[in-house]
């Protein structure tokens, strides 16, 4: 593997079990982590994650770029209209962000915290 590239399917992510720091407020939810890099100073994370359905409170401190790949989930910003993301959906949160992540079908989606 290239010093310079990683990719994900060259990987051997180790599963990390109900890892988040996130608040559950709402059900039951699980989530596994595979994480397929870390960048040298700890700052920069990419891996695969799955949840269950449930909610949670989150205050973002970093940048996330997500790839869903199934599920289906509802994210709220604090004084803000919800946002509904499936399975296909790709987008970013910026740092600052708090409000509810609210897992209806079980996500898997890949993410970079950068």
Not at 8 to 33: F, M, Q, S, Y
Request: aromatic share 14%.
């Amino acid at each position: 593997m290239s010093d310079f590239i990683t990719v994900l399917r060259e990987t051997c992510p180790t599963p990390v079990v109900n890892a988040t720091k996130w608040k559950r407020i709402g059900g039951d939810p699980h989530t596994v982590n595979l994480n397929a890099y870390l960048s040298a100073d700890g700052s920069k994370i990419m891996g695969t994650w799955i949840c269950t359905p449930g909610k949670f409170e989150v205050n973002y401190d970093k940048w996330e770029f997500c790839h869903f790949l199934e599920g289906y989930c509802i994210i709220t910003p604090e004084g803000e209209e919800p946002k509904h993301l499936k399975g296909g959906d790709v987008f970013v949160i910026e740092p600052g962000m708090k409000g509810t992540w609210e897992v209806v079908e079980t996500v898997r989606k890949y993410f970079v915290f950068a």
